[in-house]
């Protein structure tokens, strides 16, 4: 598995995880196709400026335009007080191979020799066994739970936090 940052070429990539039910079951369903090209121009123009880390997930043996998830990394306000956030998708033909979990793990390593991002946050949905199960596999401490608003969608997640 190796990350790459996030091209314009990846609208696909972004509509078959944001735009399908099942892939958005946990985050209030999916979101329309027609703002993908959108998000992915905004997230190239962060990922390149270096305000957000956006990483594309591809498999081992692939070329660079398969891609199999993302694990992002950004800053934002939380309660009044900056935080830094990770969140991650997988596509399901590629789950269950421990992808999303190398992913997370090297970005949280490459956060914590930049040094900038301090501790880091991750809100997976309450029932997201598999997302809770990767938080506490790489050592995120659960905090408890609580309601985040995600694409205007109030969300009931569990509060996760580590130091990288």
Known sequence: MRLRNVEPGD???YVRMRCDPAMMAELGGPL?????????????????????WVRMIVPDGAGPEVVAGTVTLWPHEEDGERITEIGWMVLPEFQGRGLAKRAVGEVLEA???DGRW???HAFPGATNGAS?????????????????????????????????
């Open 11 to 13: 609208v696909e990539a």
């Open 32 to 52: 329309p196709a027609e703002g993908m090209a959108d998000k992915v121009r905004l997230d190239v123009e962060r990922t390149a400026a270096d305000d957000w």
């Open 111 to 113: 956060a914590g020799a």
């Open 118 to 120: 301090g501790r880091v």
């Open 132 to 164: 809770n199960a990767l938080c506490r596999s790489l050592g995120f401490e659960l905090l408890g739970d609580r309601e985040v608003v995600f694409a205007g969608r109030v969300l009931r997640t569990n509060h996760w936090v580590i130091e990288p």
